[in-house]
């Protein structure tokens, strides 16, 4: 069987007073560790752009950045939202539509489950602060591998079978899923309640948001966290028409 391309998301920075698109090495080494062909996607408000690289790739990750634009669930910016960054949120939702229309997995990873939440009609707690029941650790000042807490995943998660009862995370996160969206299901919690996974209600489709970092989890030697980016790929392969 022939190997898959995998599009993961660009993010852009300004550095130097030059904008760059990139993504952390770490999912690249995923892509490839599950047997795929992993391309960068450069963030673009092209709508045209944005469909031919939906044309070239079997699956997409949504890969993490910039808080979200509120006024995409609703709300305007609080105290402890960054200022967002409107071209990418653009550019991700144009993705996950066209990814939508062609009926390919997608994969969001931290913001990206986020902006998969949203797109779906769900919204955001803008900061950790805005919700009272959160008291546990979710932006961490160790090492990206580490784990810092638990999820609890729901027996009927796709990736129930990988991750166990219990899993032990990474976390690097101030926001997090408020109300879910519609066709979407929670499938993981922290024990503060915080939303960890989330996953579409239609087995078929495999739209998949993971809160913290299995890329980094991966590259600090995580077998189960490359066993998720294994059965993303599988997934892709059993949509590929070759």
């Not at 919690?189 to 960890?196: F, M, Q």
């Amino acid at each position: 069987m022939k190997k898959l391309v995998i599009g993961i998301s660009g993010n852009e920075r300004i550095l130097d007073e030059f904008s760059r698109d990139y993504v952390n090495n770490n999912y690249i080494e995923c892509v490839e560790s599950a047997g795929g062909i992993p391309i960068i996607l450069p963030v673009t408000s092209e709508d045209d752009n944005i469909e031919r690289y939906i044309g070239l790739v079997d699956a997409i990750i949504l890969s993490g950045g910039h808080d979200m634009d509120p006024v995409h669930y609703g709300e305007e910016l609080m105290p402890e939202s960054e200022m967002p960054h409107r071209k990418r949120d653009y550019f991700d939702i144009k993705l996950i539509e066209y990814a939508l229309k062609k009926d390919i997995p997608i994969l969001g990873v931290c913001r990206g489950m986020q902006i998969l939440n949203v797109y779906f009609k769900g919204s955001l707690y803008q900061d950790l602060k805005y919700n009272k029941d959160i008291y546990l650790k979710h932006i961490q000042d160790t090492l990206p591998g580490e784990t810092v807490h638990r999820v609890s995943i729901d027996k009927s998660s796709v990736l129930s079978d990988i991750l166990g009862d219990v899993v032990e995370v990474n976390s690097f996160h101030h926001q997090l899923v408020k109300d879910i969206g519609d066709g979407l299901k929670i499938t993981g919690r922290a024990a503060d309640g915080a939303v960890e996974l989330i996953e579409s209600v239609d087995e078929d489709r495999f739209i998949v948001g993971i809160q913290w970092h299995p890329e980094m989890m991966y590259a600090a030697g995580s077998e189960i966290m490359g066993e998720v980016f294994k059965l993303f790929y599988e997934r892709a392969q059993m949509k590929s028409p070759d």
